[in-house]
């Protein structure tokens, strides 16, 4: 029994085997039958063939861009070596803001006593002198200052012949003292009142020295406290101003400044002493100059700053509140920067140059291409980004000279 049962064994076996073989002749057979198996085949490589061609292509695009110059070629070109150098470069802050003029130099004209409007000839923008009229006015009780002071001059007048005869007489001892010296009060209280009347009339630009009983008058013309333009004239003739009341509105724009808002976080950038370019209104460009001299000290609901900058000259355009648009040079950490000269454009990117290597004999200068990220540009230099993996200190690079390797690179790709 145990020898019938490794025959079955054996036998399973074979028949497993042969069903094996028979399966991959079908496979063979399938195949030859498609009528181009190698076709298929080579189909079904291309699409891998391809993407390796393309890893390829990729690899070689990153491989240095070199260009090679003979001890003629170098020397025609003038070729320079350096490094960068760390430079402290200026840049742009740009900000807005506005014409103003200090507080002292905006006047406000008003009358300390009130009165009538009989004549004003101002209009906004008209230039005026310091003291000429600005505008009469009429009240009668001007006339009643007026009188009160030539009362109160006459009665000094007595006071003194009085006060000097009651000194006579207390020398001898004819008079009482206490006569003389009720005389002397008196005589005080009255100077005390011509003073202040003085004063009164002073106001209202009326000298006391040249006031007789046939000099008064009822009006009263007010000049001008300074030089500068009209800004405001709220009143009209035959109105009655209070002393409180402004007449008209003066403007000095002889010391105009510049009033720029700086954001809190690019304040620490600001300092006195720097330069500030400036449009006004319609300029297309900043062709005014200024020089910071005042920074704020508040911040305001939209967290800016208040600086001043006086311009360098005043122009005819100038007008007080005249919007401005500004840039401010500010300086930067020092960055590393090379000169214009070494650093050239194409096909929208930025490169230098660095030497390679350099051959003996024949003498020959290789360079690499150097793709770059450019910064502020200041005096000449520019500052430069280099990427990873070049050491400067080890290679030298062309600071003079770039445009004409970019020239060669050129010129040997089209050919």
């Given at each position: 029994m145990q020898t019938i049962g490794k025959v079955y064994e054996i036998q399973w076996v074979k028949n497993q085997y042969l069903v094996l073989v028979v399966l991959v002749g079908l496979l063979g057979v399938s195949g030859c039958g498609s009528g181009g198996g190698g076709d298929d085949t080579a189909q079904a490589e291309q699409p891998l063939t391809s993407s390796l061609t393309e890893v390829a292509g990729d690899s070689a695009q990153t491989e240095p861009v070199m260009v090679s110059l003979t001890q003629a070629q170098y020397d025609v070109a003038a070729i320079q070596l350096g490094q960068p150098v760390l430079r402290p470069l200026s840049t742009t802050l740009k900000v807005n803001g506005m014409l103003d003029v200090p507080a002292q130099q905006v006047v406000s004209v008003s009358i300390p006593f009130g009165g009538y409007i009989r004549q004003i000839r101002l209009e906004p923008g008209m230039r005026v002198?310091?003291?000429?009229?600005?505008?009469?006015?009429?009240?009668?009780?001007?006339?009643?200052?007026?009188?009160?002071?030539?009362?109160?001059?006459?009665?000094?007048?007595?006071?003194?012949?009085?006060?000097?005869?009651?000194?006579?007489?207390?020398?001898?001892?004819?008079?009482?003292?206490?006569?003389?010296?009720?005389?002397?009060?008196?005589?005080?209280?009255?100077?005390?009142?011509?003073?202040?009347?003085?004063?009164?009339?002073?106001?209202?630009?009326?000298?006391?020295?040249?006031?007789?009983?046939?000099?008064?008058?009822?009006?009263?013309?007010?000049?001008?406290?300074?030089?500068?333009?009209?800004?405001?004239?709220?009143?009209?003739?035959?109105?009655?101003?209070?002393?409180?009341?402004?007449?008209?509105?003066?403007?000095?724009?002889?010391?105009?400044?510049?009033?720029?808002?700086?954001?809190?976080?690019?304040?620490?950038?600001?300092?006195?002493?720097?330069?500030?370019?400036?449009?006004?209104?319609?300029?297309?460009?900043?062709?005014?100059?200024?020089?910071?001299?005042?920074?704020?000290?508040?911040?305001?609901?939209?967290?800016?700053?208040?600086?001043?900058?006086?311009?360098?000259?005043?122009?005819?355009?100038?007008?007080?509140?005249?919007?401005?648009?500004?840039?401010?040079?500010?300086?930067?950490?020092p960055l590393p920067a090379l000169p214009e000269s070494a650093v050239v454009s194409f096909g929208g990117q930025m490169f230098i140059y660095a030497l390679e290597k350099k051959q003996a004999n024949p003498v020959s200068y290789a360079f690499r291409q150097i793709g770059v990220k450019t910064g502020v540009r200041e005096n000449g230099y520019v500052a430069i980004t280099l990427p990873p993996g070049v050491d400067t200190q080890q290679t030298p690079i062309v600071v003079n000279g770039a445009y004409s390797l970019l020239s060669k690179l050129n010129n040997s790709e089209e050919e």
């Open positions: 002198q310091k003291g000429q009229t600005l505008v009469v006015l009429e009240n009668p009780e001007y006339i009643q200052f007026q009188q009160d002071y030539l009362d109160t001059k006459a009665k000094l007048d007595y006071a003194d012949l009085e006060f000097a005869r009651q000194q006579e007489l207390s020398r001898d001892n004819v008079n009482a003292l206490k006569v003389f010296q009720q005389v002397r009060s008196n005589r005080q209280s009255l100077q005390a009142q011509l003073a202040g009347m003085a004063q009164r009339l002073a106001l209202l630009r009326i000298d006391p020295a040249k006031l007789s009983p046939g000099q008064l008058t009822r009006l009263v013309a007010i000049p001008s406290p300074v030089s500068g333009f009209v800004t405001s004239v709220p009143v009209n003739n035959g109105r009655f101003v209070n002393p409180a009341d402004v007449v008209v509105e003066i403007t000095n724009i002889d010391h105009m400044h510049v009033q720029l808002s700086i954001f809190e976080k690019d304040l620490s950038r600001i300092h006195t002493g720097q330069t500030v370019r400036f449009g006004v209104g319609g300029d297309s460009k900043p062709i005014h100059r200024g020089t910071i001299f005042l920074i704020g000290k508040s911040l305001s609901a939209d967290r800016t700053v208040s600086v001043l900058a006086h311009p360098d000259a005043y122009a005819d355009g100038f007008i007080p509140g005249g919007y401005v648009t500004a840039e401010v040079d500010v300086k930067t950490q």
